[in-house]
């Protein structure tokens, strides 16, 4: 990401969040990320790990650093169609915020942000009525 991207992303989310819910980590790196904190509906707090190496070329990748189960009390599967898993890196879990086909170079790190908190509350309403999150969200592959 270039400058000027990074400049008008810092403008975006200085305007939609408060500064103390994410912080930009690693820029100067091959491996620069936006940690990112959600609150959900139900109050609880999730840690969101938005990779942008390659970002907004590539879609980015996106972890929940928080341990994620199924209404079961089971692991989260690492990839999995039904619960919109990807898989997972350093005990965090990959989730699927864009498809391939919806994905353009101009969607912003908010919007990536704002599918991330989508996620996270039907996966809330997972635990509450142990549905698959796929009833819940539709995929566009």
Same mark, same amino acid.
């Given at each position: 990401?270039?400058?000027?991207?990074?400049?008008?992303?810092?403008?975006?989310?200085?305007?939609?969040?408060?500064?103390?819910?994410?912080?930009?980590?690693?820029?100067?790196?091959?491996?620069?990320?936006?940690?990112?904190?959600?609150?959900?509906?139900?109050?609880?707090?999730?840690?969101?790990?938005?990779?942008?190496? %390659?970002?907004?070329? +590539?879609?980015?990748?996106?972890?929940?650093?928080?341990?994620?189960? =199924? !209404? /079961?009390?089971?692991?989260?599967?690492?990839?999995?169609?039904?619960?919109?898993?990807?898989?997972?890196?350093?005990?965090?879990?990959?989730?699927?915020?864009?498809?391939?086909?919806?994905?353009?170079?101009?969607?912003?790190?908010?919007?990536?942000?704002?599918?991330?908190?989508?996620?996270? %509350?039907?996966?809330? +309403?997972?635990?509450?009525?142990?549905?698959?999150?796929?009833?819940? =969200? !539709? /995929?566009?592959?």
């Amino acid at each position: 990401m270039d400058e000027q991207r990074l400049r008008a992303e810092k403008e975006v989310l200085s305007r939609k969040l408060p500064d103390n819910i994410y912080r930009f980590m690693d820029l100067d790196t091959a491996k620069p990320y936006i940690l990112m904190g959600a609150k959900t509906n139900c109050g609880n707090i999730y840690t969101i790990r938005i990779e942008l190496d %390659e970002f907004p070329n +590539i879609i980015p990748k996106v972890f929940v650093k928080n341990k994620l189960t =199924l !209404k /079961s009390g089971e692991p989260l599967p690492e990839y999995s169609h039904a619960m919109h898993t990807l898989g997972s890196e350093n005990g965090m879990t990959r989730i699927c915020h864009y498809g391939d086909a919806e994905w353009t170079p101009l969607i912003s790190i908010y919007k990536v942000y704002v599918r991330c908190r989508l996620w996270l %509350e039907v996966y809330e +309403i997972h635990h509450q009525t142990g549905k698959d999150m796929a009833y819940y =969200l !539709k /995929s566009a592959q």
